[in-house]
């Protein structure tokens, strides 16, 4: 745009500083449309200026069209609305004239706003610098080709230039449903413009408090636009921002035009933001982003999984228990609150290992501990995929309800597939396509966890799950144990108790095909841990000497004494 510096616009006919280089026209909106002027000579140089002139009733008016005539050669002669543009249309070129004062039919504009934007600051800076005249008629006129368009073009560079980051994003989604969409459809090509969807957001932007452009408020602020150019459209009125008496719909909007772009915003609206999907672009750009959401889902799950927040929680304070209730139920963070709920499982499986069990209190009590215990437990089992389940059949096999616990067991072994991870796995291929599944993605990494994740389990210090024939295991340190062969060594004492010895026989085989093969045992602590158990499981059948092999690899594997009970359990043998 470049502002004609021979030409100078004024208000009044009386000039304060008379410069005579320039010619000098006097603004009239005698009878003509709001936002538009004509442009009499009053003073200055007549003879490079003549040409561009039309006489009427003896008066010489500036024209529009013939100033742009004027302008227009060589490469740029195509006539693009008020520009001059090259022959690919690539290029616009904006001959224009400048007012250095602010016009009297904007002034209401100056006092308009009692809200935070746009400041008094700049308002002053905009008036400042005056206002722009192109040169473009009105439309039907009869002297149309007399008329100018008042442009503010400068003052709303200046506007744009306060937006928050989430009124530009509003700005340029508006942008493109309107080009590639809107647009698009048949019968509503040429009925919008880019310039209303601008006007749109000035209006909005000095109602809301400035409080309201913020990133949460993205989808809000965006349907705020898209319903207020659909109440445009139904009701034909679109006022300038400057100028409110100009409507910019104003035969341009009517009629069967009107029926059909109403008929096709509303129909956009039935999808309200996810409308601006119907871009190709904005397909393309999601593609290209779901390839990286993807990707960064993949990642998270496994950081997140090999991470110390997957690291047992052993805590038992039941203040931190009610503390982190409250901070899930009140936090307005969904992210926050996803991360609460799942310590919130940790916490409680911890909580029930110490609630006392013990048999030498009454029957009532007896039963309110257990009905404790199990209350606790039952938050536990969304945690991972098994961990919770195993402690349950824990519980009802250190009550003797051996059956119920066999129940549990089935149910929990029969989520330890192969397609699960655990802490230190590597993330194979297969389940890496597992978590590109759109399903997985849309359950979010935390609840992926409770259907992929394989947890081991933590007995605590003196705890009052961990079975009896365990027990020494967890009188000085805790005890840590690989959840799958956890599951069959549990299963083979329930069977022994109920003396089923073809199913105990079954559990123990499967318990040492488990520690051969390392299925989700992650790491020789955890399989040295694992033989302990076998050589427990076979001292219980009476196979002495297979036990004392079992416990010597057990030591090999791991030869640390203070964590390794198979020192004890060795030692114990020893002394018999």
């Known amino acids: 745009m470049y502002a004609y510096s021979c030409i100078e616009i004024i208000e009044q006919t009386k000039l304060h500083h008379y410069n005579s280089d320039k010619a000098y026209f006097l603004l009239d909106t005698h009878d003509v449309k ?29 024209s529009s069209v013939l100033f742009r005539h004027q302008h227009a050669g060589g490469l740029f002669s195509v006539i693009h609305g008020p520009c001059i543009s090259d022959d690919k249309e690539e290029y616009d070129l904006a001959f224009c004239l400048h007012s250095k004062s602010w016009i009297n039919i904007a002034s209401e504009w100056l006092t308009r706003s009692n809200k935070s934007w746009p400041t008094q600051e700049l308002k002053q800076r905009i008036k400042d610098h005056g206002v722009l005249f192109v040169p473009i008629g009105a439309g039907r006129h009869l002297n149309n080709d007399l008329i100018w368009r008042i442009s503010f073009s400068v003052g709303e560079k200046y506007l744009i230039h306060t937006f928050t980051h989430t009124q530009l994003l509003c700005y340029a989604l508006m942008k493109i449903l309107l080009k590639d969409v809107i647009s698009k459809t048949q019968g509503c090509e040429d009925l919008l413009c880019s310039y209303f969807i601008k006007t749109i957001l000035f209006w909005l932007s000095e109602e809301l408090p400035r409080s309201a452009w913020i990133s949460e408020n993205l989808i809000p602020c965006f349907m705020r636009c898209f319903k207020r150019l659909i109440y445009c459209v139904e009701y034909s009125i679109c006022p300038h921002y400057f100028i409110p008496q100009n409507n910019l719909f104003e035969n341009k909007i009517f009629g069967h035009d009107r029926t059909k772009l109403l008929g096709s915003l509303n129909a956009l609206m039935k999808y309200e933001w996810r409308s601006i999907f119907f871009s190709s672009q904005m397909s393309m750009l999601v593609s290209h982003f779901n390839y990286r959401e993807i990707s960064l889902f993949e990642s998270n799950f496994e950081k997140i999984m090999k991470s110390i927040v997957m690291d047992l929680l052993n805590t038992r304070d039941s203040n931190v228990y009610v503390q982190t209730v409250y901070l899930a139920v009140s936090s307005q963070s969904r992210k926050l609150r996803s991360i609460l709920s799942y310590n919130i499982t940790q916490i409680t499986s911890y909580i029930a290992d110490t609630i006392n069990l013990s048999r030498s209190y009454g029957n009532k009590y007896q ?73 997985f993605r849309n359950l979010g990494i935390f609840r992926a966890f409770r259907i992929l994740y394989l947890n081991s389990i933590l007995f605590n210090e003196k705890s009052s799950l961990i079975p009896d024939e365990l027990q020494i295991d967890v009188d000085v340190r805790g005890n840590l144990l690989p959840s799958v062969a956890y599951a069959h060594f549990l299963s083979f004492l329930c069977h022994y108790h109920l003396n089923n010895t073809k199913h105990y026989q079954e559990s123990l085989g499967s318990l040492q095909l488990t520690i051969e093969e390392e299925y989700f045992i992650p790491g020789v602590g955890f399989k040295s841990l694992s033989y302990n158990c076998l050589g427990v499981a076979l001292l219980i059948v009476g196979d002495d000497e297979s036990a004392r092999q079992m416990f010597t690899r057990s030591i090999k594997l791991f030869p640390e004494p203070f964590f390794n009970p198979s020192y004890k359990r060795l030692s114990m043998m020893d002394a018999i």
């Open 34 to 62: 709001s936002g538009f002027a004509y442009l009499r000579l009053i003073k200055g140089i007549v003879d490079e200026n003549i040409l561009m002139c039309r006489h009427v009733e003896g008066q010489l008016y500036l």
């Open 367 to 439: 039963y309110k501990q257990f009905k404790q215990c199990l209350s606790y437990l039952l938050q536990s089992i969304t945690h991972d995929a098994v961990s919770g389940w195993l402690m349950v059949a824990s519980l009802f096999y250190k009550k003797k309800k051996y059956n119920s616990a066999l129940t549990v067991l089935s149910y929990a072994l029969g989520k330890c597939t192969r397609e699960k991870v655990f802490k230190v796995a590597y993330v194979s291929a297969e389940r890496r396509k597992l978590l590109r599944s759109i399903t």
